[in-house]
């Protein structure tokens, strides 16, 4: 286990790790592509009249697009530190809890390559950022079976 999750109601591990970072990363991209609409939509409305782009009154409308960039802003950069704490637990072979608890190694030491085959399956395809795609941990590398 590396955490309890709150926003998927379960706690991210070994068997459900590659779908907990999928998810992370499709929510800072959408994020920030919400983030670009409403920068657009800013713009737009800056270069034409106000009374076109919305039915709230100018101030009323920039007080909420500046609310909804905040919003956006925050979700992205939480997701972004999120998905990137896991591809570094990925890489690093250690969970979040280890991390914290400063264990010693006791199992032997994967290249970063490894480890991402590891979550994502193997060999790389487009499954690995397909959310419906099964990882394939068939017994293609020997490194997965410790005896």
Not at 72 to 97: A, W, Y
Request: proline content about 5%; overall charge negative.
């Amino acid at each position: 286990m590396d955490h309890h999750c709150p926003w998927v109601n379960n706690c991210v591990g070994e068997n459900n790790q590659k779908y907990f970072v999928l998810f992370t990363m499709y929510i800072a991209l959408i994020s920030l592509h919400a983030l670009i609409m409403v920068g657009f939509h800013f713009l737009h409305c800056f270069e034409e009249d106000w009374t076109k782009c919305s039915s709230f009154s100018p101030p009323t409308t920039v007080i909420l697009l500046i609310l909804l960039c905040f919003e956006e802003l925050l979700f992205l950069i939480f997701t972004s530190v999120m998905f990137g704490t896991q591809v570094h637990s990925i890489c690093t072979d250690e969970t979040g809890i280890e991390q914290l608890k400063k264990e010693e190694r006791r199992w032997a030491k994967k290249t970063k390559w490894m480890n991402m085959k590891a979550v994502f399956g193997h060999p790389f395809s487009l499954g690995w950022v397909s959310p419906f795609a099964t990882p394939d941990q068939g017994k293609a590398d020997p490194y997965q079976y410790v005896v």
